[in-house]
């Protein structure tokens, strides 16, 4: 039976280590599902299973818009929720016992082809879109409610970065080395898919477990309803441009995850290409983050960000030279990329959290399920638009789509569409989140840290909190 630790932890009581690492490996799904449907879902239905590029990008796009609508609910839902186990870990073991098999039987490749595949994948990639956001909305909301300390909190989500650069490097590299072991083949999918929903079934399942030793420091308020919700980020100016900025940052993510396979495939000339090229892209991920960290504890977390934003447009301008100037500078480019990438998953967080907390100290309410539902819905709209976005500029390039026995030439105007769609189009969009990044304010140094609200403005009179939980 886990410790009963009955004091809320502050400033001087740190959180036990191993609710910091058990917290952390949820970044295994949340990375995973992130990336693996990202980069190849779209190549698997117009390279394996002969869909149109069109037709194939609303069958990506559709289901993850669904997230928009149901992120907030689920976040609304948790902040309510009395269940056994506290508010927030029973919907990350329901998530944890749906999404892995959802997800193998998406790339189970049955015998359909065209729309009928296309019709298959929708759904199922709906059902698991849904799946992950009942883990994922209270996942990312736990933080703010574990403890009220700022520099714990970075902590906590220093462990998360970390894991979620395991996750993204392990799932990147070893999702395509499966999927293309033997010739794209619907066998080597279906057993990509198996591995896949292995590694998420790990993440899930121990951030589950090992949360139940987490002390609950603080609870959110939940909202009505999804109006009432935006209602409340309209007033919040900060979070609007934080959002913005980061919405704009992941569709560009979301366009290259979608256009690194075609881009390994028709301008570096080999599909296995993908592997090397993203493990140069995720593999700065863990080595340079405690880089951006001590830039962020010297210049502040706006200022990083500036840095890691203006470096993503670089490296995105110089990876567009690739057709011209040779693969060595599509892999240089890649290397820059993903130094800036790394910045880009640490910085936005930190900034969320003090925004978060700022707003408990200007309003006097914890509203924290609120804005890391809208968040995420916002994040995960970008990276499923980033490969609608892509599949778009397939179908206007003329993109031929193929099944696995019979592939086509393509023309040399959808060539050019898949290298600028990996580089230009990306270069455009980080140019315009500056805009909302110039426009977000820091809240001050004392607003990082807020007291509890008092007890008739919270949602629920405040308890004695002990970590001994019923599962």
């Known amino acids: 039976m886990p410790p009963d630790l009955r004091a809320t932890p502050g400033p ?23 990336t693996v449907p990202g980069l190849i879902l779209l190549y698997y239905l117009t390279n394996v299973l002969a869909v149109p590029a069109a037709v194939a990008g609303f069958a990506v796009f559709l289901p993850k818009a669904w997230d928009v609508l149901i992120n907030p609910i689920v976040g609304a839902l948790s902040d309510r929720s009395r269940l056994r186990g506290g508010p927030r870990r029973p919907f990350l073991l329901a998530g944890a016992c749906t999404l892995p098999p959802l997800f193998a039987l998406l790339f189970a490749a049955p015998p359909l082809r065209g729309a009928a595949a296309a019709g298959y994948v929708a759904v199922l990639f709906l059902l698991a879109a849904t799946a992950y956001a009942v883990f994922q909305v209270p996942y990312v909301t736990m933080p703010a409610e574990m403890t009220e300390d700022a520099d714990e909190r970075g902590r906590v989500l220093g462990w998360r970065v970390g894991f979620l650069g395991v996750a993204i490097l392990l799932s990147g590299a070893l999702a395509p080395a499966i999927a293309h072991a033997d010739g794209d083949t619907p066998a080597s999918y279906r057993l990509m898919g198996i591995a896949v929903a292995a590694l998420l079934a790990l993440g899930m399942f121990g951030a589950w477990f090992a949360t139940r030793w987490a002390p609950e420091a603080a609870r959110s308020e939940a909202e009505p309803s999804l109006r009432a919700q935006l209602a409340v980020a309209r007033e919040n100016r900060s979070f609007l441009h934080l959002v913005g900025m980061w919405t704009l940052q992941a569709l560009a993510i979301g ?34 983050m405690p880089l951006w960290n001590r830039i962020a504890r010297r210049l502040g977390v706006k200022r990083a960000q500036w840095c890691a934003s203006l470096l993503f447009l670089a490296g995105t301008l110089l990876l567009s030279l690739t057709p011209f100037a040779g693969p060595a500078v599509g892999y240089g480019a890649v290397v820059v990329i993903g130094i800036a990438y790394a910045g880009l998953q640490l910085l936005p967080l930190s900034m969320l959290a003090d925004t978060l907390a700022a707003d408990v100290v200007r309003t006097g309410r914890r509203r924290a399920a609120t804005f890391t539902g809208l968040w995420t819905a916002a994040e995960t709209l970008a990276f499923a638009l980033g490969a609608g976005v892509f599949a778009l500029v397939l179908a206007v390039t003329g993109f031929r789509s193929s099944d696995a026995e019979h592939q086509v030439a393509q023309p040399d105007a ?55 939980r019923a599962d």
Do not use: N
């Open 12 to 34: 001087a009581t740190p959180l036990p280590r191993r609710v910091r690492i058990g917290y952390g490996l949820g970044s295994l799904c949340t990375g995973t599902f992130a």
């Open 255 to 288: 366009v290259m995850l979608a256009a690194v396979q075609y881009f390994a495939t028709y301008t570096l000339g080999s599909a296995t290409a993908v592997t090397p090229l993203f493990a140069a892209l995720i593999g700065p991920l863990v080595l340079v």
């Open 414 to 468: 959808a060539l050019a569409g898949i290298s600028a769609g990996m580089s230009l189009l990306p270069a455009l969009l980080a140019a315009a989140s500056l805009w909302p990044l110039h426009r977000y304010r820091e809240a001050p140094a004392e607003e990082h840290t807020p007291p509890l609200p008092s007890v008739p403005e919270q949602a629920a009179p405040q308890q004695e909190v002990t970590t001994d």
